[in-house]
């Protein structure tokens, strides 16, 4: 089993930064493939960006490519999402993720265990 909590995310101005971490328990976290992903009001979860079990390869919605990016610390079981240059658009509730299957997936119903979310608000 595994467990995830997101932390840091808040109320930023445009233009500004936010780092969100993802702290896993459970031996083989390393051993999954992880993902964040988005959902605002109203709207479907939106894939944000995907980082591999090696962490090597990462892949980024093209919403927050060039802006954002995901990286991992295997000994602290934690996953990273970097966020620059941040706009009124990327408000929602993040979410980390975590999958058993390899391979880049975008898709959030192919993900087994999921973060309770951390709010990210972007004032204009």
């Known amino acids: 089993q595994v467990q995830l909590v997101e932390s840091g995310g808040g109320l930023v101005q445009a233009g500004g930064s936010l780092r969100l971490s993802c702290a896993a328990s459970?031996?083989?976290?390393?051993?999954?493939?992880k993902g964040w992903f988005r959902q605002a009001p109203g709207k479907e979860r939106e894939f944000v960006a995907y980082?591999?079990?090696?962490?090597?390869?990462?892949y980024y919605g093209d919403s927050v490519k060039g802006r954002f990016t995901i990286s991992r610390d295997a000994a602290k079981n934690t996953v990273y999402l970097q966020m620059n240059s941040l706009n009124p658009e990327d408000t929602a509730v993040y979410y980390c993720?975590?999958?058993?299957?390899?391979?880049?997936?975008?898709?959030?119903?192919?993900?087994?265990?999921w973060g309770q979310g951390t709010q990210v608000t972007v004032s204009s």
């Open positions: 980082i591999s079990t090696s962490g090597i390869t990462t």
């Open positions: 459970g031996r083989t976290f390393s051993t999954y493939a």
């Open positions: 993720a975590a999958r058993r299957s390899a391979g880049y997936a975008t898709d959030p119903r192919t993900y087994d265990y």
